[in-house]
């Protein structure tokens, strides 16, 4: 017996991401936690917002019953109108319930919308650096993830986007602001790829969807907003989740909004509904489905979110190591300096053998080359200020040992 060959071959190109965690357990354990500084997994540590909490403790209360049965696959009506709210206001066009399919998670709702769309060797055109797990996303369905370059500072690189598209292109997938980067996509950028796409579809008769991946939506910084897709594209689709606004990770709860003016807009709804039964999903949770209704619009305070922002930006500086200055979420995307005493084996990328350097002063960062850009290192900053403050003298004797 043995386990598939493809699942096989994934596994040993995991995620970085998991792998420095777990190599962080290991440091904590011989060092003590207060010694390690880990920049590895993107967990946000703030509390839940206090309606959150309350609406938690009204319905673990409630007596109404068949509170925790199934329900339709797409979720609860009233949770679905109140997705359709949101996203009415984020988006700026009017939504109804009926374009809201409720999800396992926003990965739950990428891997709906994949299976959804995706026909065998059809491929997703996306920017990179990305979110490791979309590759196996577009895998787990049968498509292709087609990478592009994006411009010096990180934003869209319509040319390059442009040329990746051919006839087995399906749809191209964004993250704003970006894991890993913190680029946020302005209103011009969405609106030169809609353009993009429209002339795609003159040329070839193929309409492609645009499928934004939106949970770090409100974490945004100095008074920057993040573009909304549905207003510059009809065949777009919103991926999204509570999991990093609402620090709600663990609970898995997201949605999958699709564009009232849509061309196929009730046929993709319903393929995505059928999807979440196939996939084994059946419904995303009942507890927190009926538990958002009263709080999603819940206000988070992200100022701490910032203030690491701004701390940890300023160690790197100090240590003369470069980055890109983010404009939302809570990573921090660094170039790895120019070497002079480590030499990199043959084989070996300089970003992972960067991060395997920073572990001697025990801090943990993951390899770019996992992002799909490799000569850089994420850093994941929603973690303790302490943390943040403690890993000043690790990065600067790295920087100067490497």
Same mark, same amino acid.
């Given at each position: 017996?043995?386990?598939?060959?493809?699942?096989?071959?994934?596994?040993?190109?995991?995620?970085?991401?998991?792998?420095?965690?777990?190599?962080?357990?290991?440091?904590?354990?011989?060092?003590? #936690?207060?010694?390690?500084?880990?920049?590895?997994?993107?967990? @946000?540590?703030?509390? @839940?917002?206090?309606?959150?909490?309350?609406?938690?403790?009204?319905?673990?209360?409630?007596?109404?019953?068949?509170?925790?049965?199934?329900? @339709?696959?797409?979720?609860?009506?009233?949770?679905?109108?109140?997705?359709? #709210?949101?996203?009415?206001?984020?988006?700026?066009?009017?939504?109804?319930? &009926?374009?809201?399919?409720?999800?396992?998670?926003?990965?739950?709702?990428?891997?709906?919308?994949?299976?959804?769309?995706?026909?065998?060797?059809?491929?997703?055109?996306?920017?990179?650096?990305?979110?490791?797990?979309?590759?196996?996303?577009?895998?787990?369905?049968?498509?292709?993830?087609?990478?592009?370059?994006?411009?010096?500072?990180?934003?869209?690189?319509?040319?390059?986007?442009?040329?990746?598209?051919?006839?087995?292109?399906?749809?191209?997938?964004?993250?704003? @602001?970006?894991?890993?980067?913190?680029?946020?996509?302005?209103?011009?950028?969405?609106?030169?790829?809609?353009?993009?796409? #429209?002339?795609?579809?003159?040329?070839?008769?193929?309409?492609?969807?645009?499928?934004?991946?939106?949970?770090?939506?409100?974490?945004?910084?100095?008074?920057?907003?993040?573009?909304?897709?549905?207003?510059?594209?009809?065949?777009?689709?919103?991926?999204?989740?509570?999991?990093?606004?609402?620090?709600?990770?663990?609970?898995?709860?997201?949605?999958?909004?699709?564009?009232?003016?849509?061309?196929?807009?009730?046929?993709?709804?319903?393929?995505?509904?059928?999807?979440?039964?196939?996939?084994?999903?059946?419904?995303?949770?009942?507890?927190?489905?009926?538990?958002?209704?009263?709080?999603?619009?819940?206000?988070?305070?992200?100022?701490?979110?910032?203030?690491?922002?701004?701390?940890?930006?300023?160690?790197?500086?100090?240590?003369?190591?470069?980055?890109?200055?983010?404009?939302?979420?809570?990573?921090?995307?660094?170039?790895?300096?120019?070497?002079?005493?480590?030499?990199?084996? &043959?084989?070996?990328?300089?970003?992972?053998?960067?991060?395997?350097?920073?572990?001697?002063?025990?801090?943990?960062?993951?390899?770019?080359?996992?992002?799909?850009?490799?000569?850089?290192?994420?850093?994941?900053?929603?973690?303790?200020?302490?943390?943040?403050?403690?890993?000043?003298?690790?990065?600067?004797?790295?920087?100067?040992?490497?």
């Amino acid at each position: 017996m043995a386990i598939s060959p493809n699942i096989k071959k994934a596994m040993e190109g995991s995620s970085f991401i998991r792998k420095m965690f777990e190599e962080g357990i290991a440091l904590k354990k011989k060092y003590g #936690e207060e010694n390690v500084y880990d920049f590895s997994l993107g967990n @946000p540590d703030l509390e @839940p917002p206090e309606e959150v909490l309350e609406a938690v403790k009204k319905e673990a209360l409630s007596t109404v019953k068949a509170r925790h049965g199934y329900m @339709p696959n797409a979720g609860y009506m009233e949770t679905r109108n109140a997705m359709a #709210e949101k996203i009415s206001q984020e988006q700026g066009v009017a939504v109804k319930g &009926e374009n809201i399919v409720m999800s396992v998670g926003a990965a739950g709702a990428i891997n709906t919308v994949f299976k959804a769309i995706l026909a065998e060797g059809d491929e997703v055109v996306v920017p990179a650096p990305f979110f490791v797990e979309y590759r196996s996303y577009a895998a787990n369905h049968g498509g292709k993830l087609v990478t592009v370059s994006t411009k010096p500072d990180f934003s869209l690189d319509i040319d390059a986007i442009k040329n990746a598209f051919n006839k087995n292109t399906a749809a191209i997938l964004i993250n704003s @602001p970006n894991n890993p980067t913190g680029k946020v996509y302005t209103d011009n950028d969405i609106k030169q790829l809609a353009a993009a796409m #429209e002339d795609h579809f003159k040329k070839t008769g193929r309409r492609l969807y645009l499928i934004a991946d939106e949970p770090y939506r409100k974490i945004i910084y100095d008074g920057r907003k993040v573009s909304p897709v549905f207003k510059f594209y009809s065949d777009s689709v919103v991926v999204s989740s509570f999991a990093k606004d609402l620090s709600l990770p663990g609970e898995r709860l997201g949605y999958v909004a699709v564009n009232p003016a849509c061309s196929d807009c009730e046929e993709l709804v319903a393929a995505c509904i059928y999807s979440t039964r196939v996939l084994g999903y059946v419904n995303a949770p009942a507890f927190f489905q009926r538990v958002i209704v009263s709080c999603w619009n819940a206000q988070a305070d992200y100022s701490s979110y910032e203030n690491r922002r701004n701390k940890l930006t300023a160690i790197m500086d100090e240590a003369g190591i470069e980055y890109a200055f983010p404009e939302g979420a809570f990573y921090l995307f660094c170039k790895v300096p120019q070497n002079k005493k480590v030499q990199i084996p &043959e084989g070996k990328t300089s970003d992972g053998v960067f991060c395997d350097h920073l572990k001697k002063y025990n801090i943990l960062g993951v390899p770019g080359t996992g992002f799909g850009r490799s000569g850089y290192i994420r850093l994941a900053y929603c973690t303790s200020m302490h943390t943040v403050e403690g890993c000043r003298e690790g990065f600067i004797k790295a920087v100067q040992e490497w």
